[in-house]
């Protein structure tokens, strides 16, 4: 089960923020934009008050839509970190994850289209990971043409 504030508590804090002097906000969740509907009033909140503030996410690959990424922009997201873990599908299954590397693909184009920077993270070592699969992970990465990669090597279980 998710738990969110309610998006005015959200721009109500972050006005706060802006006026203390903070120009930056890093939502450091994996789960921002889930729901997507909640991710995209709140950005339009944001964008309603037009804050200055250059904003960062964390964000699940599996539901990324237009609208959601270009409301992100328009509320001053300039780079998402990306969790996808892994090229590899047969991986992607391993770990239980609930999307594949056309997902990963798509939003990774959806955030580049509106100028999103996009950082995306890798975990290797996990079960059932081979150099195999390790070389299909960095070869799918490198073909997303990220602003950046963060590689990390092994998995607690």
Known sequence: MLRRRSTAAVVANLAKWV????????????????SASYSIELCRRISET???????CIFYPGVVPRELVEAM???????????????????????????????IREASRLLADVGIRRMGFLLLGGPGETK?????????ADSLNLDSLKLTLGIRS
């Open 19 to 34: 006026e203390s002097g903070f120009s930056q906000v890093f939502f450091v969740d994996n789960t921002f934009n889930l």
């Open 73 to 103: 922009s328009k509320a001053g997201c300039r780079e998402v970190s990306l969790g996808f873990e892994s090229g590899s599908e047969n991986i992607l299954q391993r770990m239980n994850k609930h999307f594949g590397i056309d997902k």
């Open 132 to 140: 195999a699969s390790v070389e299909e992970s960095l070869s799918f």
């Open 50 to 56: 037009n804050p200055k503030i250059n904003g960062r």
